[in-house]
């Protein structure tokens, strides 16, 4: 049977091999000689069949993760790695289904997780497994924390609904014109189950005299008319800092809503381009919805206020992407179509459209190191004084709660 194959293939972890296919022994970790993995299976697959997900969870899983699904301590395990805690929300509502499956599935290596948690293929079926979700699920009882599938790809300009724990790495060129290039630095850290604060440390260069162009991926315009001369000018840009808070989530219709606010601090210098005359306050929303076959649709909307003598501005944005995966369990590639509409509250000013096609793709077997490139493309407003210019953007991103930027490669 198929299970007898997996003992076969990693004649090296018999002790291991034991535990997967016939983890009913509950002291199996305690067993040492290779011989073991002869002894009939007090369960298997086919006779979990039928089985509810708790039972399953119990012959097959709750020897490593104990029954009520803490973790045994390492005094009770034969290997030295920690086994997570599924009732702690934090760490468990985070994780979406479909990772799980495949690190059950396939055993932790599929994500770049330690091999003593095994592969369950051959034992129990995906089918088996999503019922052992069903009860794994059950294990975190405060349904306050937003679940990870409503975690969907981080666009280049769209805020996510999404309350993260992430940093990211901003990176924009101007592609036409004598612009120039931004980078930027955000920090976001969630607190408590629906909250999260963030800073963004933006850099900029200039080629001298040209105008400014905004810091497209934080929508602040400065407006540095009088800046001249000649040379490249750089420095350090805006900095923001925000707060984030998820008033709604439902992962049964698919959707998380979230509003915010963000101080705009004039720390980069006007009158290299590199920003704002004075600070100023913005306030905002954001959705987002599950679409069929992985599918999905962001939105992000909210006004800026300058806290100076400048106008207003208005912004929305819309994407809609899709992800698609190498194999089954590999690799994640999304390509998303962005749509950016901003106005400022003067007199004369015209609305600006902006598209950016774009694709993010996962780097590394955790699939927690991330990468997305796009283009920014004016659609108008692209002409006279204030042309803005075709812009590369890019980010790398660390998801730094599933690990450091070199696990899990
Ligand atoms: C032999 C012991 C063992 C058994 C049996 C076992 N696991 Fe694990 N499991 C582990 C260990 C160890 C880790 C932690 C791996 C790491 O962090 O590198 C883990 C981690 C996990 C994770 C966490 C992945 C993440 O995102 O951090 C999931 C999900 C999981 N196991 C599910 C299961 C399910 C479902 C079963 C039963 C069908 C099961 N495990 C049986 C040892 C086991």
Redesign the pocket.
Known sequence: MAAEEDLRVRPTRP??AL??TA?VTTFA?AVTSPATAQLPLAANGEELANAPGDA??AA??????GLDGT?LPPSL?A?E????D?TDCD?AAR?PDG??IA??HEG?PV?G??E???A?RGA?TEEQ?GR??GY?RTLCTDDNWPRGELNLPRPLLTEKAYPEDEWVVELGVDLESDGGASAAYVYEQRFGPRSQVEIVIPYGWRSGGAHDHGHDDHDHDGHDDEAAGDGLRHGLGDVVVGVKHALHHDLDLGRIFSVGGEVILSTGDEGAGLGAAGNALEAFASYGQILPDDGFIQAHTGFEVPLYDGASEAFGRVVLGRSFTEGQWGRTWTPMLEIQLKRHFESGAATTLDLVPQAQVSLNTRQHVLANFGLLIPVTGNAGETARSVRLVTYLLLDWF?GGFFEGW
């Open positions: 002790r291991l535990v997967a983890a970790l399953i969870y097959s899983c709750a020897n490593c993760h973790g395990l290997f790695e920690e086994v997570p599924f760490f994780e990772d799980w690190v059950a932790g994500r997780f330690s003593m948690m095994p369950f129990l497994l052992v979700m794994i599933d």
